[in-house]
């Protein structure tokens, strides 16, 4: 009985652990690169970027203090900025806050490049009209992830800083932030919502194996709602106004997910007639 010619065009599921391992070593690669040369850039990263929402003059609090003045609202924003002192309480700190900062910038700065080699990975078993209809996924999700970034670093970040670093229980208690709690609000602060920002494309995917429905997403909108508010208020400062800001943009988001959540269905049922 002869023996049954396996495709040569097929992977077994060693070669496909292969594969992944190296578009993660090459993934890793980019973020190790781009972190050298963020972590050549300390002056910039750390004065200019990191430490921009602390000052007085960074463009949010300017916008905000004109906003608020215009509103008739507080002028919280308007002042000498946050009143407090980053310190470092441990021996390594400063030097392990550079690396770890230089990490994460790779991180963030490689994101089209790991979408880039994640998609590489993925895109062999789709079908080619898969691959047609998901043309332009990296330009997409980068333009998102990087949306939500600067949302993140110029709205998030700063209310958060703002709010956290002036708040007193007494007088008697001196605002003297660690370097790694700082740091930490930051990146959290931009990392969330250059994710949360995905949420468009997550929907595009789950609706096209079929696990998400226009129908699902509005009946649903209303737990969605309070689920937005629970993160708003995990990733911001706990006043309604700061809230409202991040949640408004996710709310959006969700909305525009349904259009294209309809969108997908409605192009899959006219190519399923034809």
Request: a positive charge; proline letters at 4%.
């Amino acid at each position: 009985m002869a023996k049954k010619k396996n495709n040569p065009n097929e992977m077994s599921f060693l070669d496909h652990l292969e594969e992944l391992r190296w578009h993660l070593i090459r993934s890793t690669l980019a973020v190790v690169i781009i972190g050298l040369v963020a972590f050549l850039m300390k002056d910039f990263i750390f004065d200019t970027v990191i430490f921009g929402p602390k000052k007085a003059d960074f463009p949010t609090y300017e916008i905000f203090c004109k906003l608020s003045k215009w509103l008739g609202l507080s002028e919280a924003f308007c002042g000498d900025g946050p009143a407090f002192r980053v310190q470092s309480r441990v021996m390594a700190g400063q030097f392990s806050a550079h690396i770890w900062t230089s990490i994460w910038a790779g991180f963030i700065l490689g994101f089209p490049y790991i979408l880039y080699e994640m998609w590489k990975f993925i895109s062999p078993g789709l079908y080619e009209k898969e691959r047609r209809s998901s043309k332009g996924f990296i330009f997409i999700a980068s333009f998102l992830f990087f949306l939500g970034v600067l949302f993140g670093y110029y709205v998030v970040a700063p209310l958060s800083i703002n709010f956290l670093g002036s708040y007193t229980v007494s007088e008697e208690v001196f605002n003297d932030i660690d370097l790694g709690s700082y740091i930490s609000t930051v990146r959290a602060s931009v990392i969330a919502c250059g994710l949360i920002f995905e949420l468009p494309i997550i929907i595009f995917f789950l609706t096209k194996i079929g696990l998400v429905t226009p129908e699902i997403l509005k009946k649903y909108r209303k737990i969605a709602l309070v689920i937005v508010l629970i993160i708003s208020a995990i990733i911001t400062p706990p006043d309604v106004a700061s809230q409202i800001i991040v949640a408004v943009p996710v709310l959006i988001l969700y909305q525009i997910s349904i259009y294209i959540s309809k969108f997908v269905v409605k192009r899959d049922a006219k190519k399923e007639r034809k």
